[in-house]
């Protein structure tokens, strides 16, 4: 069982940044891949980035560029910076954790992104 908390959703202008932050209850080590995804309204969740047990991060054509996931390994978190926001960019915010091929995910933050 892995549980998740994220943080840091709020509301930017186009052009602006913000800084999302997902903490898991047990240690990154143990979690084989943790990422991050959105749903805007009335849209299906998509993936925005992903970052595996070896740092290899995957992006969205979307985001590349824009979008930077990390991991702070000694706080068991894991980051989404954000960059050169778009109002496209606008939805909730999921993070999620793979372990022992089940997936767990957190409760969500709301990203709002005004032209």
């Known amino acids: 069982q892995v549980q998740l908390e994220e943080s840091g959703g709020g509301a930017a202008q186009a052009g602006g940044s913000l800084k999302l932050s997902c903490r898991a209850s047990i240690s990154l080590g143990s979690i084989g891949a943790m990422g991050w995804y959105r749903q805007a309204s009335e849209k299906q969740r998509e993936l925005v980035a992903t970052?595996?047990?070896?740092?290899?991060?995957r992006y969205s054509d979307s985001v590349k560029g824009r979008f930077t996931i990390s991991r702070d390994i000694p706080n068991n978190s894991v980051h989404l910076q954000m960059n050169n926001l778009k109002p496209e960019d606008t939805g909730v915010y999921y993070c999620?954790?793979?372990?022992?091929?089940?997936?767990?995910w957190g409760q969500g933050t709301q990203v709002t992104v005004s032209s």
């Open positions: 970052i595996h047990a070896g740092a290899m991060t």
């Open positions: 999620k954790a793979e372990r022992d091929y089940v997936g767990y």
